[in-house]
């Protein structure tokens, strides 16, 4: 099953910054562990790995800017 690693809860008019990516893809990552963190004018926040899995695809890079509601990868349990 293919799990997407997304901001909870995001507000799509408000834009975030990728200030730090801790993997790449094929990692295998548990839940909970923090993938990357990103920064909005509130707050710094890690965005955690969804389930236990590998790391499939990340569609954002460090300092890169998007909507929070932007589609940052996906952990596939496979």
Do not use: T
């Not at 901001?7 to 923090?34: C, H, L, R, S």
Request: overall charge negative; proline content about 3%; charged content about 30%.
């Amino acid at each position: 099953m293919r799990h997407e690693i997304k901001v909870a809860d995001a507000d799509p008019a408000e834009e975030v910054e990728v200030v730090q990516i801790n993997v790449k893809a094929g990692d295998a990552v548990k839940a909970g562990d923090a993938l990357m963190e990103i920064a909005s004018d509130k707050a710094n926040m890690d965005l955690e790995s969804p389930a236990d899995g590998v790391v499939a695809e990340l569609n954002v890079e460090e300092f890169q800017i998007v909507n929070a509601d932007h589609l940052f990868g996906i952990v596939s349990d496979d």
